[in-house]
């Protein structure tokens, strides 16, 4: 018996033991694939990611390509998804569809951008969400949209991730598998079930918030577990514009820059250019340049410019004001009327020659100085009525015309005639010969021949009416919205982000003789280069030196923190373009993660190490009136220093500006960076 009770112990020992080793072998198991499965998770996020940022990298990459292409209305503007009805058709797979209604989700177009399809880990292709405002048509993008206080009508629309508003204006989701997500906070319970046919409901592939469009704007990159396998990566504006801007200033050299060099040629103005040979690309002798505008807040919103040129002012806003508008206090920068290219006289009709001769004539402005006009009646030579007839001439000289882009308009010079008594005026060829003067304006004289009597069987007299508008000096085309060419720059508002420079040899100063006598830089022979000019513009790292007649500055987005549109120059240029020592310098970001400076005036100081050789970005507080210092942990306090080991000058580091700096080990030095102005040349020599 006892033997049998000390096996039967024994029996259960092992039985214990066995299952004891089960069980461990059961968790090892479980533990083992556990792991596993992590790191298959973290292997599929991996892959996810890879094609995510791909995605990434191609669509901010089509949208500069596509705003460089001369006739694209509306730089900037993102792709629409692809449309529902094209969800795996073999040929229009992949191929955005416009218009959308925005904000939109929809399928990533893989292929308009001439990519393979993208899909995730799981096999499924990526789809891709747009907010209000960024794609299709209708809102303005440049630099100042970048704020939803610019006050224009901008491409302000964001998209919320995970509860915060931010700068994201963009999203493609990999969606991962189907699942059956279950009712929670944002989510609605929802079986996903997938299918290769008919229009894609977006709730079979994206979970929660991401499937709730048009509903709301709301997006999340996290979800509750089990209920949420979308992998998300953000496109913003900060990350967009840069390589916008690049693409609007290679525009602004190719499609603007020439028109401003046709603005004021000497064959349409009246009067004289260089030696066409000292002007390469200007057979028509040197161009002249209006006077820029007085830097102020270039609005809209809290605007304050009307972008109207002052004389004397070579250095400003674009004179990009119109006068054939509609004044409202919305548009500032509309000057009708006397407000800008008013009539210096009253101008009258007069024989210009001929045979004949003025009988009678009274002349009359017609509503608000629009136009003048006279009207009379002429006599045929008695002594040979059979000549020609006689020439009617009128002219006039008009205020201001070089404090904006004007053109010549001729349409608004007319000559009449008729018979006496006759209901029927019967127009007459005109022909014209303007005259620019130094002080801006322009004198303008035109002139018809008018019917010879006895030829028309009219008998002894006829009557004339001659008029002239003020619009004989109308808007340039650059200021037409519509315009098929240069439009895109008037209508997106550009002109707000653009600063102008112009040598004062290069505006109508140019025409007084006082400015005629002074000399430029000179050519190797000695002989002057432009004897008109006294003042040539110098760009560091642009040749040839000192040989700018005027360039053009893309200010880009702001980047020193403050809001804009403001009056701060500050705001819009970096270093030396603020004061007019002109540079070019490479175009960088602001880095994501700035250190916060806590210091005071050239004494600054930042809570982060100092690593030798590696660069870090902080925001100063005060700008600096002479020689700095900057304090880093474990550096401690040492000279802020030029890249040449200079001292700082006063006004180097401006208040709110991103400075970047690198620790050599003894002091900081200073690199002239972040840089966002972009150097855009419209005349050299």
């Known amino acids: 018996m006892k033997q049998r009770s000390a096996l039967r112990q024994r029996g259960a020992a092992l039985l214990i033991m066995v299952t004891i080793i089960s069980l461990g072998a059961t968790w090892y198991l479980v533990s083992r694939l556990n792991t596993e499965s992590g790191l298959a998770g973290a292997a599929a996020k991996a892959r996810n990611t890879k094609v995510l940022n791909q995605a990434k990298a191609a669509l901010i990459g089509y949208v500069a390509s596509q705003a460089a292409i001369a006739g694209e209305n509306r730089p900037g503007a993102l792709p629409c998804p692809v449309a529902p009805g094209n969800f795996n058709d073999a040929a229009n797979d992949g191929i955005v569809s416009y218009p959308c209604t925005l904000p939109i989700v929809g399928r990533f177009p893989w292929k308009t951008m001439g990519l393979e399809k993208l899909v995730d880990v799981s096999g499924e292709p990526l789809w891709y969400a747009v907010a209000s405002g960024w794609a299709g048509a209708g809102t303005v993008i440049n630099s100042d949209c970048t704020s939803a206080s610019s006050g224009m009508a901008c491409a302000t629309g964001r998209l919320t991730v995970d509860g915060a508003t931010s700068d994201v204006i963009a999203l493609i989701i990999a969606p991962g598998p189907r699942l059956n997500v279950s009712a929670s906070t944002n989510c609605t319970a929802w079986n996903q079930a997938r299918s290769t046919t008919g229009s894609p409901d977006a709730r079979n592939y994206l979970e929660c918030q991401n499937a709730t469009w048009p509903a709301d704007a709301s997006f999340a990159s996290t979800g509750p577990g089990g209920s949420f396998n979308d992998q998300v990566v953000t496109i913003t504006v900060t990350e967009l514009m840069p390589a916008i801007e690049a693409a609007i200033a290679k525009r602004i050299a190719l499609e603007i820059v020439p028109e401003l060099n046709r603005v004021y040629k ?52 674009l004179p990009f004001n119109q006068v054939n508008c509609t004044a409202s206090a919305s548009n500032p920068r509309c000057l009708p009327g006397a407000a800008l290219t008013s009539w210096a006289s009253s101008p009258d009709a007069y024989d210009g020659g001929g045979w004949g001769y003025i009988q009678t004539q009274s002349c009359w402005w017609e509503t608000g100085n629009a136009a003048r006009v006279c009207e009379g009646e002429y006599h045929e ?109 008037a209508r997106n508002e550009w002109y707000r982000v653009l600063y102008y420079s112009v040598a004062r040899g290069f505006t109508t100063d140019a025409l007084a003789a006082a400015v ?170």
């Open 381 to 489: 030579n008695d002594t040979y009525p059979s000549n020609p007839g006689m020439r009617i001439e009128m002219q006039a000289t008009l205020r201001n015309v070089a404090m904006g882009l004007r053109r010549l308009d001729s349409t608004r010079m007319q000559v009449e005639a008729r018979n006496d008594g006759s209901a029927t005026w019967l127009a007459q060829a005109v022909s014209y010969a303007p005259t620019m003067n130094s002080d801006g304006s322009l004198t303008i004289r035109f002139w018809a021949d008018l019917p010879n009597i006895d030829s028309m069987g009219w008998g002894t007299y006829a009557q004339y009416r001659i008029r002239m508008e003020r619009l004989v000096m109308n808007d340039h085309a650059l200021l037409d919205t519509t315009d098929p060419t240069t439009g895109w720059f």
């Open 516 to 685: 005629r006598e002074t000399a430029c830089p000179t050519s190797t022979s000695g002989s002057p280069i432009y004897p008109f000019n006294s003042s040539c513009l110098t760009v560091t790292n642009v040749a040839p030196a000192g040989r700018q007649r005027a360039i053009l500055i893309l200010a880009g987005r702001g980047i020193n923190g403050n809001p804009r549109p403001s009056a701060a120059l500050a705001d819009y240029l970096e270093f030396g373009n603020r004061t007019g020592n002109f540079e070019k310098q490479t175009v960088t970001g602001v880095g994501l993660n700035l250190l916060v400076d806590t210091g005071a005036v050239n004494a600054y100081a930042v809570a982060a190490p100092a690593v030798i050789g590696k660069p870090f970005q902080f925001k100063a507080v005060n700008a600096n009136s002479g020689a700095s210092t900057l304090n880093a942990a474990a550096a401690g306090a040492k000279w802020l220093l030029n890249a040449d080991g200079s001292p700082l000058a006063a006004a180097q580091i401006q208040a709110d500006a991103v400075i970047e700096a690198t620790y050599d080990g003894t002091d900081f030095r200073l690199a002239k960076r972040p840089f966002n102005d972009r150097v855009i040349v419209v005349g050299s020599n």
């Open 266 to 317: 000497p064959s349409v103005w009246g009067f004289s250019g260089a030696d066409p040979a000292l002007a390469p690309g200007y057979a028509d002798g040197k161009p002249l340049y209006p006077w820029a505008a007085p830097f102020a807040n270039p609005g809209p919103g809290a605007g304050t410019s009307s972008y109207a040129g002052a004389a004397g002012t070579y250095q400003g806003l």
